[in-house]
Structure formats: C-alpha cells, structure tokens
C-alpha cells in the first residue's frame, strides 16, 4: 500500500509562512541551495532579504540576478511562476566591513521586519591571509550578532559553523566548546595591524590549528555561544560540504573546492598520489541535506521551546566510506563510465603512508610528464601550464594532509531524536538521513555534473573521451613498462 504523504502536514513550510528571512552568503554554494529549497519547499514565506557586495563593479541586485541564473533554479523556475523571485531582495552589504556596509535605510528595514537569520557568510579556503578570515569569518559574526539584537521581531540566528572547527576534540557533541583564544582580542590585533605584520604571528596565533579556517570557525562559535543567554541562536555545524545528492540537481556543484577539485584532478590524471591512510575517511555531507537541515532545525527551535541549540549535521555515524573505497568507485567512473576529455594521463594513481613512495610517485607520474608536456608546448609555441598546476596542486596537498591522516567522530544524537518526531511528509520532502543512498550512482552524478558545469564538456563529447581514454591506457602501461626497464638496466649496470 502506498502511503499518501498529502495527508500529512507540512509543519516546517508552516513555519516560514509570511515570515521574513535574511540570509549571507547568499551568492555561495551552501546559501544559493539554502536560497532555492527555501522558495521551492516553503513558497508560503512572506520575504527573503540576501545580503550580498558589489563585486567586479557590479551591483548587489545584478549579482543576485546572476545567482538567478544558476542552474539549481531551474527546477523552480519550472514548477512555480517566476514572481516567486520577486520575494527575494538583494541587501548591499559586506560581512567584512565595518558595520557590513549597510546604508542607515537597509539596517532600518531589516531591525524593523526580520525575524529568521541564517549566517552562511564565511571564508572556507585553507589558504587565505589570516587577517581576511578574520574579518569575514570573526568580525562578520560579531557585526551579524550586534545586528540581531536590534531586530525587534527576532525568533531565529542560525549560524552556520563547521564540524571541523574543534579539532582537539576527537570525538564532537553537539554542545558549545571554549573558543582557543579570545575572539575579540584577535579581532582587535588583525584591526591594529597591518596584513604583512598578522601573516608574520599566523603560526604564533594558530597554535595547533592546522589553517586559519578552523581556527576563525572556532572563534566565530565563541561569539554565538556567549550569547545564548540574551539572544535567540542556534549552532548549525556541517562537516565536509559536498556536492547535491538529490535535489535539485544530483551531483550539482559550482566549485572546485574539496573534493571536487581532487576528482577533476585525478580524472584529468594531473594527481597520481596521496599521502593517506587507505582506511581512513572524512566526515561528508551533500549540499541539499545541508539547506534542509537549516530549515529543520529553525523549526525544531521554534516549534521545542529551544531545547536544542547546537545541531552536527554528519553522517559518518550513519555511513563511513573509505579514500580506498572512494579510489575505487573514481576509478571506474571516470575510467569507462564519464572519462573526461582532453586528459593528460590515463586516471589511476594510489593512497600511500609511504612518504617516500609518495614522494617518487609525485615526481615519476606528476611532474616529470607535466614538465614533458611544457616543453612540448614551448615548442608548439604554446603557453605552458602544467607545472603551475602542479604547484598548485602541491600545496593543496600541504593543506589536506592534516585532515585526511586523521579521524574525528561526531555525536548527533540530539539532532537524530529530533528527526524522528517529523512525519513521513516532512521527512521526505526534507531528506536528512542516507537512507535510501546508492554511493556509486552519487559519484556518477557528480562526475557527470563536473563535466557538465565546471569543465564545460557536453554529453556528446563522452564517445570521443572514450577512445581516448583507450589510447591513454597504452601509453600508461607503456610508460609505466619504460620506467620499469630504465631502473632494472640502472641497477644491472650498477651490480655488474
């Protein structure tokens, strides 16, 4: 028997009804997928203020309008008249300016009307100056929490943190922790002094964190958390963010942070080795169980009296993959499956705790053919590219390194209970569990959306990508058997 979902209310749609929302971030990947199930799955909220900079010399209203065009609108553009992005108002402003750059008529508005934020705003690089992180990821919170007491009809400040930002804790609870130092201290020494001076104390001040985004993060939390007592807040902690698992676009991303870039790169075939324990995993989350948590967890607030007020959204207590089992499932993908085109070496490579058997995989399958290749195309007249790419890549490794020769488990139990108390309807139109989850065809997708949308490679063109890739597995094995006869004729000359 089928159950009729339709019999069931919707008490999460309900809570956004005529309500009015601000939200950062708007223009990122978490805040446009937030922004559109928002409007998709809760078409009854009044108003949606998206605070958002001039960029490039364009204006707020332009850039959300670019933001429109995305494709993970176009579901919505499908299912309900386009008067549903009337709804939605670019505010300008900037988390990290002083006062966020909002004009004296914007802040008006927003004190007198508000009454749902999400704070998605944040720096997420690992490689940025300290003192930019600061600014966005600390000040911006500190700035986005002073706004809030002015608004005079709040409910809601949801805060979007990061599983990740306690990593002395080898096992997280959905609880606040201590920040490591004092966030306003650290405010004020990045206001003081100038970006050359702060990158000159980076270490000195990160202590043990390993780059300045888990550090801001955890600062950042330091704020909310103090203010539990006078202002309605919430922590919303994501682990690793990944692309859409099922709506509205399965596989859907626009970057290629994380795991993502990893996966072109290694389909590419410019990354051949990782210094990693096989065994190991992160903690990841799609996209899309991400903007329903949100949503859920401004209902369970206001709906429980605030019983809870921090929320781990994870799933590695559910389902645990290894880097062995996600090398695997890439290999075939990108191998038969969706090979990219124009690729440069024929997808394979390995996970190592080997330092030196990274080391020589680096230089034997990275960058001796990247240096091959540039020379060629010196030749051709051509510019060449490759050895900047590894370079790049290089450093990303640098800063992987730390989390991916490590595990960290986190608690949801709290988060899970609260789960259980939504009816069938709200648990499948907001899905927050795997189950139901198919790995491989998730990895297809994304390796499907990658080509689509981040390198630009139509479907038309996966037959060409095909042969090449044919082609590319002799040269592999080739090279592979050349490498092989040179080191075997080096030691036959040595021994003899």
């Known amino acids: 028997m089928v159950e009729n979902f339709d019999e069931y209310p919707d008490r999460i749609a309900q809570t956004f009804a005529n309500k009015t929302v601000l939200l950062t971030g708007g223009t990122g990947f978490v805040g446009k997928v937030l922004l559109e199930k928002l409007l998709r799955s809760c078409p009854a909220v009044g108003k949606v203020y998206v605070l958002v900079r001039s960029k490039k010399e364009k204006e707020p209203h332009l850039r959300l309008k670019e933001v429109f065009k995305d494709p993970i609108f176009d579901s919505l553009k499908k299912q309900q008249d386009l008067e549903v992005f009337s709804k939605v108002e670019a505010v300008s402003g900037d988390v990290s300016a002083p006062n966020l750059s909002l004009s004296h008529y914007d802040c008006g508005r927003i004190c007198a009307e508000v009454e749902i934020i999400y704070h998605c705003a944040a720096l997420v690089r690992f490689d940025i100056p300290l003192r930019d992180a600061v600014f966005t990821n600390v000040r911006g919170t500190k700035l986005m929490l002073e706004l809030a007491k002015k608004c005079k009809k709040l409910l809601i400040f949801n805060h979007v943190s990061t599983a990740y930002c306690h990593l002395d804790q080898k096992v997280l609870h959905e609880r606040t922790y201590p920040p490591p130092t004092d966030p306003d201290g ?39 958390s103090r203010e539990m007592e006078a202002l309605p807040v919430v922590i919303f902690r994501p682990s690793v963010v990944v692309p859409i698992w099922r709506e509205p676009m399965p596989g859907y991303t626009d970057n290629i942070n994380g795991p993502t870039g990893l996966l072109i790169g290694a389909a590419k075939g410019v990354v051949r080795s990782m210094y990693c324990k096989g065994d190991g995993y992160l903690d990841y989350i799609p996209a899309d169980i991400v903007a329903n948590g949100l949503l859920f967890t401004t209902y369970d607030y206001l709906n429980h009296k605030g019983e809870r007020r921090v929320y781990n959204a994870v799933s590695s207590k559910e389902y645990q993959i290894t880097f062995n089992e996600v090398i695997e499932m890439g290999k075939t993908v990108v191998a038969t499956d969706l090979p990219f085109n124009m690729i440069l070496w024929y997808p394979g490579g390995s996970l190592t705790q080997s330092r030196l058997k990274h080391f020589v995989s680096v230089v034997l399958f990275q960058l001796f053919p990247a240096l091959f290749v540039d020379w060629l195309l010196i030749f051709l007249r051509q510019k060449p590219f490759l050895m900047k790419v590894q370079k790049r890549i290089l450093s990303a490794y640098k800063l992987c390194e730390y989390y991916v020769n490590r595990n960290w488990d986190f608690n949801n139990d709290n988060t899970l209970k609260a789960i259980q108390k939504l009816n069938p309807r709200e648990r499948r139109t907001y899905k927050l569990d795997g189950t139901g989850g198919n790995f491989r065809e998730y990895f297809t997708n994304c390796v499907h959306s990658a080509r689509l949308y981040l390198v630009n490679e139509a479907d038309d063109q996966i037959p060409a990508a095909k042969r090449q890739m044919k082609v590319m597995w002799f040269v592999d094995w080739f090279f592979k058997i050349l490498i092989v006869a040179a080191l075997a004729y080096f030691v036959w000359n040595k021994v003899c």
């Not at 104390?201 to 985004?213: A, E, G, M, T, V």
């Open 186 to 224: 650290i405010i004020k020494i990045c206001e003081c002094m100038d970006n050359d001076i702060v990158e000159s104390i980076k270490n000195k001040l990160l202590d043990q964190f390993p780059n300045c985004y888990p550090f801001t993060k955890a600062l950042s939390e330091g704020l909310v």
